[in-house]
């Protein structure tokens, strides 16, 4: 059974193994290359209407509703997390807060005053704040 390496995936940088025919890339994301040349994942537009929808599938098995203000704290950029939670929730009409990674103290303050800690209350953002 033939292995894929991750320094075949590096030595194929940017696109040398990409697999999106001809449907044009609407989104480039990558590995953070710390260990090497980085890992290109272009996107086509049914790519990225999968990923939503594995996401969206991902967070209701978590009991994600559209009742529900999320705070996402992973990574926006680059890196696919911060997008996935991002969409996926939006998909099932939660409330989505892109705060992304760091800033600790407005992490907090916006679980407070946002009401990002009360999975499946009722959402009112006119008395947020």
Request: aromatic share 8%.
């Amino acid at each position: 059974m033939p292995f894929l390496t991750k320094d075949q995936l590096r030595d194929a940088y940017p696109y040398g193994m990409a697999c999106h025919g001809t449907e044009p890339v609407r989104r480039v994301h990558m590995s953070s290359g710390t260990t090497g040349a980085p890992i290109v994942n272009p996107y086509t537009a049914a790519d990225l209407d999968q990923w939503r929808e594995v996401m969206g599938r991902s967070l209701a098995a978590a009991g994600v509703t559209a009742r529900d203000v999320l705070l996402v704290t992973a990574s926006f950029g680059l890196f696919t997390g911060g997008f996935g939670f991002h969409f996926g929730a939006e998909a099932l009409g939660a409330m989505v807060i892109p705060v992304g990674a760091g800033r600790t103290l407005l992490q907090l303050q916006l679980l407070k005053d946002l009401q990002a800690d009360r999975p499946g209350g009722d959402r009112d953002v006119s008395s947020a704040g």
